[in-house]
């Protein structure tokens, strides 16, 4: 029974990891025979994995049509993004009212390294780096384990839509996002709560409004 249980959780954490990678491309038709021969096990690990992608909205199933890998809409980007901004803006400015923590100190320093490689460099090549574990980092910063938690529910849809649009990041977005990172961060240590939570807030709608209109003007519009 236990060796069934750690198959079914290893058939579901790899294909999990290749959509939110996106390796398994939005919208790709789900064979399951091809699924288990690829995985080397049976169908049934396969469904059973499938049934939880789906509560996860990860994988869709069309009666007569069969499963496919969700797309990610604008209305799913605009969701996670009207989440994030009420939990990520309040955590800003209670890590204010902490001064923030050691990690931040050295994420300002990573930042502002990065934005001077940015703008000194003529050729632009998009990279994700530790600069953008800001978010995770102030949530953590707070000590709070259920809070973490319930972030955590979120981390697997925000790296998917990172994942997928990061490469259509243009080099003056990417520029934005640094400073705007900075400026939260900056607030935070020096204890300002209303400047943090503002800064935090500002940032995150203009992150959605920019993948939006990515979501709206790409190959996957129709979706949206």
């Known amino acids: 029974m236990e060796i069934r249980r750690n198959k079914k959780n290893w058939v579901y954490d790899t294909l999990k990891s290749r959509i939110i990678n996106i390796e398994l491309q939005p ?3 789900i064979n399951e025979a091809d699924f288990a021969s690829d995985l080397g096990v049976s169908k049934t690990p396969i469904r059973e994995a499938l049934r939880q992608l789906e509560r996860d909205g990860l994988v869709e199933n069309v009666p007569s049509r069969g499963s496919t890998i969700t797309h990610i809409t ?3 980007i ?4 009207q989440i994030r901004e009420i939990v990520e803006s309040g955590a800003a400015r209670r890590a204010a009212l902490l001064r923030g923590n050691e990690k931040l100190r050295k994420l300002r320093d990573i930042n502002l390294e990065t934005l001077e490689n940015a703008k ?3 050729e632009y090549v998009h ?3 530790e600069w953008e574990d ?3 980092t102030i949530v953590s910063s707070l ?3 259920l809070l973490n938690e319930v972030y955590a529910g979120l981390i697997d849809r925000i790296l998917r839509i990172r994942n997928y649009y990061g490469k259509r990041l243009t080099r003056r977005r990417f520029i934005d996002v640094v400073n705007e990172h900075n400026a939260v961060i900056e607030a935070i240590l020096a204890g300002k709560p209303e400047d943090a939570q503002r800064a935090m807030q500002q940032h995150l709608q203009n992150a959605s409004v920019f993948l939006i209109g990515l979501s709206r003007g790409g190959a996957d519009g129709e979706q949206a």
Not at 78 to 81: A, C, E, I, R, T
């Open 120 to 122: 000194s460099s003529d």
């Open 27 to 29: 919208g790709l038709p």
């Open 143 to 145: 000590g709070n384990q």
């Open 127 to 129: 990279e994700w780096g």
């Open 134 to 136: 800001m978010h995770v």
């Open 74 to 76: 604008s209305h799913e």
């Open 78 to 81: 605009s969701d996670v993004f």
